[in-house]
């Protein structure tokens, strides 16, 4: 049986503990452990970004970090945006600008690009296309996901 | 309605044309769709499967006993546990847990279900397993000599004798006497006397590469079967009800005892069209459980065990007379099938009507070879060989233009086909703006004239050279009747409050068929498109459509919710009419209102009126079902014959830049003009759009699936590089709108349209820059060195086929 470590954190804004295997890693706690869904694994090795969020500011692969290190950190994931006035003018920004087609890659989109205007809030078209340069998407061909993103960055006010 | 109530008049309103948001996009950005990966039941078990660890080799022993015996392990399956599983595939030529020999790497050989993924992929790592090498055949051209080692052999008795098997069996038990897994041939006119009255006949060998689909969200499955024995799937497929049928076959049950229920799926093109044996095995797995066994891939196995975009070998001969007329093109291409026979091997379908149609040519010649080796196996992924035939096609188009010395626009004008037509292979074309696809294009880009500048520029001393480069398409828009029915149902419910419930046997895919067909169906209810929720995942619900494939939803599945709106409203308006006593045709439906059609004076709420109906004595509902099959015919046995109701046409417009020094190729713009029919809904086909473009540059620029020997050497997102953010180019598409008499509100198909020439289009803008061509894909940064310092080997592949 492998090991089991207690950490405590605070994830989207709520205080919470879990139980969780050393070598666990953040995204299967949020998913298996915690079941919160939203966010994706696509890759599992850091590389297509579907499993985004934001851990004491700074946005990261959850597949890439173990879950006890989550311990004493502030957490965000796709369902905390729920609660969070810009990033409802984005997720409205992603409907009406067609970023989302199978939407597998949304939530990840989602976050990142929070994240990247939280950071840039004037983020021009090809800091954007940077900003977002970790997350893949099949579908969309990303110029709507750009589109989507700058249209709510001050560069558009 | 509340505003609407005071107006005096209702004016017109058509949602068609417009930018409407796909309906499901909000909890998709949200992060609360539940795709299959999000779903677990009660009592779930899960299954993983053991896969081959070599190429080609014989089974001498599994030996399952430390899996069973681990702690949380619920079942362990090999062949031997199965003795009724039957070979699945479009060929029957696959055994989904592999008896006595593996052919290829993805290969099961084994399948645990058990409390976790965790412990069930323990027990993988305790079955033991025995095989006996045997030589591997990864180079087709090797597989189709006389004397190859066989991949499909015909089984031995135990006495040593072939003869133990009956006649007419499936493949995977009769075997095969040579490695031919499928052909081919097709001609019109006469090849010969088309080479004599040519003035200039050219060959080339292209090399076309294996690339994968890599949808976002990985493949998985969740199979239960209930107290009775009826079988529940949860499955990401494209073709539910084929699915249904082929399963009730390899499963040995009744069909009508199978239930298959499609969460939101994480990206298609094609790859869910095939039953594969996970799916197979998940389900054996559950009935051997006696609980739901839930099946999810990891992103290295999605690459391992998903089908490919099949590598194409092709020798394509061609001629025109000096005023630039096509004379004849003679085609042999050599498909590598890989292991087991799916869709890729079918791909010929759609590749020879590119050859024959896509310009007029009065003779043509076209000859195909699909031969196993044990590579991973082909199977279809948008565009559907359109691809690679339209990556020869048009590299030619380029070459005679220049081999007679006229501008690459006018040839193509000057062959190209028209509305009206009908083709050599049969092909009628009813509505076609292929020529004004060319001329939107080309005068997007300013094509000629980038075209003769960078020519002058090739030897200029700047060592990054601009090019620009022209492709063009036609594929199916309206269908296409491969199976014995190409149609789609539809059943349409408006309740008491005017929601209208729309159940249509079309599965959503992500492309935003559930948005459109909406759309069409508030355009004949003059309904908001919120005043409709769309049912469209559950075989026990929903009518029977063919599934998606083949760019034919918007067009089918839009007639037919089209026919089921048009029956509910001729109902509303034949009780309105009798309520207001006045003639049917004095009336109309608009806004959520029974109007007077000449003023548009709303006469009654339609909610009232459908209460009002439903409360009466002789009490109503609306309710109505419409069947549409579109009016295309089955091919002949020489593939000729009329196959789609509707073609669509594309030219696509090139722009990159070839840095010399060190072989990168950027592709800095796109100028796309396609031939829609009609837009229906503007920001859903945009975006088909520019996937399908982003998708082409893959195919053309960064993805390569690369194997040796039979073995993957890159099952990664690092290593497999598709095209992100940064790299894309700016896109210019216009919308030729030629109106098709038969498409829903004049719309043909368009999904795999976009992805199909960019390849093409790439190669002609690099020779345009450089003076050099290229004849394989992908063009990395290393390809393009070598071609362009002259250490490049031109393929050759001297054209055969099977006598
Ligand atoms: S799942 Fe974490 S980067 Fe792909
Ligand atoms: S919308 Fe499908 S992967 Fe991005």
Redesign the interface.
């Known amino acids: 049986m492998?090991l089991k470590h207690d950490i405590e954190f605070t994830l989207n804004g709520v205080k919470r503990r879990a139980t969780v295997g050393v070598g666990m890693t953040t995204l299967d706690m949020l998913?298996d452990v915690i079941g919160l869904?939203?966010?994706?694994?696509?890759?599992?090795?850091g590389?297509?970004g579907?499993c985004t969020i934001v851990v004491d500011g700074a946005s990261l692969n959850s597949c890439l970090m173990f879950a006890v290190d989550c311990h004493g950190r502030n957490v965000t994931?796709?369902?905390g945006?729920?609660s969070d006035a810009k990033a409802d003018a984005l997720?409205d920004a992603?409907?009406?600008?067609?970023?989302?087609?199978?939407?597998?890659?949304?939530?990840g989109m989602?976050m990142q690009a929070s994240h990247l205007l939280a950071c840039h809030p004037d983020a021009d078209a090809?800091t954007?296309?940077?900003g977002?340069?970790?997350?893949?998407?099949?579908?969309?061909?990303?110029?709507?996901?750009?589109d989507a993103i700058a249209s709510v960055g001050e560069t558009a006010k | 309605m509340n505003v609407a109530e005071k107006t005096k008049t209702i004016q017109p309103d058509s949602l068609i044309g417009k930018r409407i948001p796909k309906m499901d996009a909000p909890e998709k950005a949200s992060g609360k769709t539940r795709y299959i990966h999000d779903i677990d039941l009660p009592g779930q078990l899960h299954g993983k499967i053991l896969r081959s660890a070599r190429v080609h080799a014989r089974i001498r022993s599994i030996d399952t006993s430390a899996a069973r015996a681990l702690p949380g392990v619920h079942v362990v399956i090999t062949a031997a546990d199965i003795p009724d599983q039957r070979p699945i595939g479009v060929a029957k030529d696959h055994l989904p847990l592999k008896r006595d020999r593996v052919r290829s790497q993805r290969d099961e050989i084994a399948a645990v279900a058990a409390e976790s993924e965790e412990i069930a992929l323990q027990a993988l790592k305790l079955i033991k397993v025995e095989y006996e090498d045997l030589p591997i055949i990864s180079d087709p051209t090797e597989a189709i000599k006389p004397g190859a080692p066989l991949i499909h052999p015909e089984p031995h008795g135990a006495d040593g004798s072939h003869e133990h098997l009956k006649q007419g069996m499936p493949v995977a038990y009769a075997g095969k006497p040579d490695n031919i897994a499928m052909r081919f041939d097709y001609g019109h006119g006469d090849v010969a006397q088309g080479e004599a009255e040519s003035d200039v006949v050219i060959e080339d060998t292209f090399k076309l590469h294996y690339v994968t689909h890599c949808c976002m969200g990985v493949s998985g499955i969740i199979a239960e079967f209930d107290a009775s024995g009826n079988l529940l799937m949860y499955s990401n497929t494209q073709v539910p009800f084929l699915h249904k049928r082929e399963f009730a076959e390899y499963l040995n049950m009744d069909p009508s005892r199978i239930r298959i229920i499609q969460p939101p799926i994480g990206g298609g093109f094609g790859s869910k069209l095939d039953i594969y044996p996970f799916e197979v095995i998940c389900v054996f797995l559950a009935r051997a459980a006696k609980r739901p066994v839930k099946m999810v891939f990891s992103r290295e196995e999605e690459f391992l065990a998903s089908p490919t975009r099949q590598p194409v070998l092709l020798t394509l001969r061609s001629g025109c007379r000096k005023d630039g007329t096509l004379t004849f093109r003679q085609v042999h291409t050599l498909h590598d099938n890989g292991a087991y026979t799916s869709w890729g091997a079918t791909t010929p379908f759609v590749m020879m009507q590119t050859f024959s149609s896509l310009y007029r040519v009065p003779h043509c010649d076209y000859h195909t070879t699909a031969v196993y080796t044990n590579n991973p196996y082909a199977g279809s992924f948008r565009g559907y060989g359109n691809l690679q035939a339209t990556f020869a096609i048009e590299a030619h188009m380029d070459k005679l233009a220049e081999a007679i010395g006229m501008d690459p626009l006018d040839f193509r004008l000057k062959n190209a086909q028209e509305k009206g037509e009908v083709t050599g292979q049969g092909m009628s074309f009813k509505s076609c703006g292929f020529k004004e696809c060319l001329t939107t294009a080309a005068s997007r880009s300013d094509f000629r004239r980038k075209h003769r500048e960078n020519i002058r520029n090739r030897n200029t001393p700047d060592p990054v050279k601009r090019g620009i480069g022209i492709a063009s398409m036609l594929h199916v828009g309206g269908g296409a009747k491969i199976y014995p029915s190409d149609g789609c149902g539809t059943i349409l419910k408006l309740d008491d409050f005017a929601h209208v419930t729309l159940i249509t046997g079309a599965s959503e895919i992500g492309q935003g068929s559930e948005t459109v067909l909406s759309q069409l169906v508030c355009e004949e209810l003059g309904l908001p498109i919120s005043a409709v929720t769309v049912v469209n995942n559950d075989t026990d619900i929903t009518p029977w459509d063919v599934g998606v494939h083949a760019s034919r939803t918007t067009f089918i599945a839009g007639n037919s919710a089209i026919g089921a709106a048009k029956k509910a409203k001729a109902k509303i308006l034949a009780a309105a009419a009798k309520k207001f006593e006045c003639p049917e045709a004095d009336l109309d439906l608009r806004g959520g209102f029974i109007i007077k059609a000449a003023s548009g004076e709303p006469l009654i709420d339609l909610a009232r009126l459908m209460r009002n109906l439903h409360f009466t004595e002789k009490a109503e509902l609306v309710m109505t079902t419409f069947y549409y099959e579109p009016p295309s015919k089955h091919q002949d046995k020489g593939f000729k014959g009329d196959v789609s109701a509707a073609y669509a046409w594309a030219t696509q417009v090139v722009e990159v830049e070839v840095d010399t020094e060190t072989g990168i190729v950027r592709m800095t713009r796109v100028t796309g003009a396609h031939d829609v029919g009609r837009v229906l809904n503007r920001l859903g086909i945009e975006g088909q759009i520019e996937g399908g473009v982003v998708m082409g540059q893959g195919y053309a620029l960064t993805e390569d699936l690369t194997i040796e020997n039979g073995v993957m050497r890159n099952p990664n997102f690092r290593d497999y590089k598709l095209v992100t953010a940064p790299e894309i180019p700016e896109m210019d598409i216009s919308f030729i709108e030629s109106m098709d008499g038969e498409g829903p509100q004049g719309a043909k198909g368009v999904g795999e349209a976009p992805a199909i020439c960019i390849a093409a289009a790439t190669a002609n803008a690099i020779y345009n820059a450089t003076g050099v061509r290229i004849y394989g894909l992908p063009f990395t940064p290393e390809r393009v060195y070598r071609a362009l310092h002259g250490k490049a080997e031109k393929p050759y592949w001297k054209p055969w086929k099977p006598e």
């Open positions: 492998s998913r869904s939203g966010t994706k694994y696509g890759c599992g090795e590389e297509c579907a994931t796709i369902e945006l729920a997720r992603f409907v009406l600008h067609g970023a989302v087609q199978c939407g597998f890659c949304t939530p989602m090809d954007i296309k940077r977002i340069e970790g997350n893949l998407c099949r579908c969309t061909g990303y110029k709507k996901i750009v």
